[in-house]
């Protein structure tokens, strides 16, 4: 299973940008979508999550700004990302859950900055 994130960039306070990640191989049904970031200096967190039934969770400081949505029929997911702040600076990584086993992809850069 390999996953492809794409979507980052370098983006000005209050914008936007859109994450994407698919997923491509021998999937049997995608449990859990997930995407992380990781900013200079600091441990890798759970940015937002999706379940199969189509439930979601984010961080306290990303909600009302970031949406997370998938793709079942594409095996993709996406993370919608408004109103910016330089805190949301991080490579942002996507993670799945499939039959219990974990993936990852390579991470985005996205860099908020005026």
């Known amino acids: 299973v390999q996953l492809q994130a794409s979507g980052g960039g370098l983006v000005q306070p209050g914008g936007s940008l859109r994450l994407s990640c698919a997923a491509s191989?021998?999937?049997?049904?995608?449990?859990?979508m997930c995407w992380y970031r990781q900013a200079p200096g600091k441990q890798r967190e759970l940015v937002a999550a999706?379940?199969?039934?189509?439930?979601?969770d984010y961080v306290d400081s990303v909600k009302g700004r970031f949406t997370i949505s998938r793709d079942n029929a594409k095996n993709t997911m996406y993370l919608q990302m408004t109103s910016l702040k330089p805190e949301d600076t991080a490579v942002y990584y996507c993670?799945?859950?499939?039959?219990?086993?974990?993936?990852w992809g390579q991470g985005t850069l996205v860099t908020v900055s005026s």
């Open positions: 999706t379940t199969s039934a189509g439930t979601t």
């Open positions: 191989g021998s999937i049997s049904g995608i449990d859990l």
């Open positions: 993670n799945i859950v499939s039959m219990l086993q974990s993936y």
